[in-house]
């Protein structure tokens, strides 16, 4: 089964500074990849996603992730925060078995 | 579009007691998860339906844990008897189609469980 890492636990950060959450997957195989975020007493929510062709790819609020397959990583990235990105942000992994494997997340707190 | 729904939104029971959570997917929606999130965790897939057949519940503790989706919509999750380990967000969440990797899952706001 394929494991999801990823790298901070507790980012904190303020308004305008650029951020960037690592990820990396244990899977060989083709892969699908996602970022959710969950927002302070809301659901969880799909930021973007990566299932194949351009390794960039943008999503919502300005965020972007970068596909690096030869390093197995999937890192997301804004190039300036705001208040409201404090958030919890997972990565997540699709591989053959078609199961979504959530990574244990990192939260974000933007300081305004 | 309603989104999913899921009740209670937070349960208090004492170990050894037993409890259910409903969810409610998507209109249309085939395909329906029961996650468990532990604190400090990402969710886990504890079983996966399609319309009102089992496609995956290889996680689900079925020794307590057992989940019905008898008419391909509502889904319930039971624990029964419950551990302090249980304690957890339990979330929901639905796709289209048969959960294959082109299809998002949207989840619903989940149902916080504290086994006392």
């Known amino acids: 089964a394929q494991s999801v890492s990823q790298h901070n636990h507790h980012v904190i950060l303020s308004e305008a500074a650029s951020l960037e959450l690592g990820c990396n997957y244990s899977y060989g195989g083709t892969v699908n990849l996602f970022w959710y975020v969950q927002y302070p007493g809301q659901h969880l929510q799909l930021l973007l996603k990566?299932?194949?062709?351009?390794?960039l790819v943008k999503g919502i609020k300005g965020f972007e992730a970068e596909f690096i397959k030869s390093k197995f990583s999937f890192n997301l990235r804004k190039p300036s925060v705001q208040w409201s990105d404090t958030a919890e942000y997972f990565c997540a992994v699709k591989a053959n078995d078609y199961k979504l494997s959530f990574g244990a997340g990192t939260t974000v707190t933007v300081r305004a | 579009e309603a989104g999913v729904a899921q009740s209670p939104r937070y349960k208090i029971i004492e170990k050894r007691q037993s409890v259910a959570f409903w969810c409610n997917p998507i209109?249309?929606?085939?395909?329906l998860y029961w996650y468990q999130q532990i604190l400090g965790q990402g969710p886990k897939l504890l079983i996966q339906f399609q319309n009102n057949g089992v496609v995956d519940d290889s996680q689900l503790p079925k020794d307590r844990f057992s989940a019905e989706r008898l008419k391909g919509v509502d889904s319930t999750l039971k624990i029964q008897p419950a551990k302090l380990e249980d304690s957890a967000v339990y979330l929901c969440?639905?796709?289209?189609?048969?959960?294959?990797?082109?299809?998002?899952?949207?989840f619903g706001p989940g149902t916080r469980l504290t086994v006392t």
């Open positions: 969440a639905s796709t289209s189609g048969g959960g294959g990797p082109s299809y998002e899952q949207y």
């Open positions: 990566y299932f194949s062709g351009d390794p």
């Open positions: 209109s249309g929606h085939a395909t």
